[in-house]
């Protein structure tokens, strides 16, 4: 959280967090599978913004419609 706080200091809200689009982020989470051999166990991008909100759950961080909206559940 801490990291996360230091990126955002002095930054407009619009501006973006990392140097490259989440196009070119899922090109890169693909090819670093292929070559680690880890992309055979099926995770997929968006799993770290859904497991993000089921840890929040878990150590009761966000309440029931944070999380919800966090995880873009339905």
Same mark, same amino acid.
């Not at 689009?21 to 070559?35: E, I, L, N, Q």
């Given at each position: 959280?801490?990291?996360?706080?230091?990126?955002?200091?002095?930054?407009?809200?619009?501006?973006?967090?990392?140097?490259?689009?989440?196009?070119?982020?899922?090109?890169?989470?693909?090819? @670093? !599978?292929?070559? +680690?051999?880890? $992309?055979?166990?099926?995770?997929?991008? &968006?799993?770290? =913004? @859904? !497991?993000?909100? +089921?840890?929040? $759950?878990?150590?009761?961080?966000?309440? &029931?419609?944070? =999380?919800?909206?966090?995880?873009?559940?339905?």
């Amino acid at each position: 959280y801490e990291i996360l706080k230091r990126l955002v200091s002095g930054r407009l809200k619009t501006a973006a967090l990392w140097p490259f689009s989440y196009r070119d982020f899922t090109a890169m989470w693909y090819h @670093h !599978g292929d070559r +680690s051999g880890s $992309s055979s166990l099926g995770a997929e991008p &968006y799993a770290l =913004r @859904h !497991g993000g909100a +089921s840890h929040d $759950s878990l150590v009761r961080r966000r309440s &029931y419609s944070e =999380r919800k909206q966090r995880g873009r559940w339905r």
